[in-house]
């Protein structure tokens, strides 16, 4: 019988010791214990250039993230949690919207449209 061989940073990855019932799971509670780990792994970047999850449609976690057919999937907030630090810089239909209802920057675009604003 054929016994799979490991690369060096395969043994060095914090998830190493995990099933990989976790580690490939396609739901973010049960690899919660994976994605932990990831946080911590000294070989993150090798594992994703290695897996190359977008390009080989993996399910499972990779590089500190959860991959489902070879996207990340977002993870899910519960209610009361804050939003991502990284998620306020992003606009929202909301901030879209006040940006369309501001008279003054509609004003100012209707008049540049209309050749008002040539100096």
């Avoid at 977008?54 to 499972?60: K, Q, R, T, V």
């Avoid at 990779?62 to 810089?89: F, I, M, T």
């Amino acid at each position: 019988m054929h016994q799979y061989d490991s690369s060096p940073w395969q043994a060095a990855a914090a998830c190493a010791d995990l099933s990989p019932s976790v580690v490939f799971s396609r739901r973010g509670k049960e690899a919660a214990p994976a994605l932990r780990a990831c946080a911590a792994c000294p070989v993150r970047r090798e594992c994703e250039t290695a897996v190359a999850p977008a390009e080989s449609w993996f399910d499972g976690v990779c590089a500190g993230r959860l991959w489902r057919n070879g996207r990340p999937v977002k993870p899910r907030r519960r209610r009361g949690e804050p939003a991502p630090a990284d998620a306020a810089a992003e606009p929202t239909a909301g901030t879209a919207l006040a940006a369309l209802t501001d008279h003054a920057a509609l004003d100012a675009a209707g008049a540049a449209l209309a050749g008002g604003d040539r100096g």
